[in-house]
């Protein structure tokens, strides 16, 4: 898989982090069009689910992004013209504010769009609705 995602030419991630009691984790997914042919075909990838310790703060997450996105490389060196950082355009992730923060801290090698998941937002209206419906 890395091979593959070595070549592609702009991908985009989506990120989710979660607490259930103590237990913490994060995922990264990223998503990209295979051109190989006369066909595109949408691809996915999970990069990485594990357990997070600390704070969901911004940088925290910033950086688990960053490390994620580094392991594609592996053993490769990292230049300019293969970095997987300069390749990704957009990244998704749910409204909370660390979560959204945290794509302004990943530093000025990722030039990406950040867009909330819609999922979490109908989830939230539809949430607040029958909050207000039974109040």
Same mark, same amino acid.
Request: charged residues 20%; contains cysteine.
């Given at each position: 898989?890395?091979?593959? =995602? ?16 103590? =237990? ?22 999970? =990069? ?57 801290? =990943? ?29």
């Amino acid at each position: 898989m890395r091979d593959a =995602l070595l070549k592609i030419d702009s991908y985009s991630v989506t990120t989710d982090a979660w607490s259930s009691g103590s =237990l913490s984790c994060v995922a990264i997914t990223i998503h990209y069009v295979e051109t190989g042919g006369a066909d595109w075909k949408m691809q996915k990838a999970c =990069l990485q689910v594990s357990k997070f310790n600390g704070s969901h703060s911004a940088e925290a997450l910033a950086e688990y992004v960053e490390k994620a996105v580094d392991n594609i490389h592996m053993q490769q060196p990292i230049t300019v013209k293969n970095s997987m950082k300069k390749r990704m355009w957009a990244a998704v992730a749910d409204g909370a504010a660390a979560q959204q923060k945290s794509f302004h801290c =990943l530093g000025e090698e990722f030039n990406i769009w950040k867009f909330w998941c819609i999922c979490h937002v109908i989830h939230l209206a539809v949430k607040g609705y029958f909050i207000f419906v039974y109040i």
